[in-house]
Nanobody, 124 residues
């Protein structure tokens, strides 16, 4: 009913930048949905990275990425972005986009739909 497709991952050196995109589609997807980014490193649990409200007016970030990552969205084309700057080796993970029917999502909101993920690798 809702499809999320991430893109933009890749290999980058420490200090570099990447921009991830998440394209949402599906009969039941609404621009009223809150959106989030999560990541999972090898051998670790999935962790919250950032979230954005339905209108882009409220943003939440994990402490580990504050000041380096920026989440944004363009509702006209159902796309959410994650601009990642000053990347560190510890940012290496599979990054997942997620959608929630909570218009103002936070770390603890239930996310209803998930993408397949895109790999980000930061070399030292």
């Amino acid at each position: 009913q809702v499809q999320l497709v991430e893109s933009g991952g890749g290999l980058v050196q420490t200090g570099g930048s990447l921009r991830l995109s998440c394209a949402a589609s599906g009969r039941t997807f609404s621009s009223d949905y809150g959106m989030g980014w999560f990541r999972q490193a090898p051998g670790k649990e999935r962790e919250f990275v950032a979230a954005i409200s339905w209108n882009g007016g409220m943003l939440y970030y994990a402490d580990s990425v504050k000041g380096r990552f920026t989440i944004s969205r363009v509702n006209a084309n159902n796309t959410v972005y994650l601009q990642m700057n000053t990347l560190k080796p510890e940012d290496t993970a599979v990054y997942y986009c997620a959608a929630t029917m909570n218009r103002y999502p936070t770390t603890y909101s239930p996310y209803n739909y998930w993408g397949q993920g895109t790999q980000v690798t930061v070399s030292s």
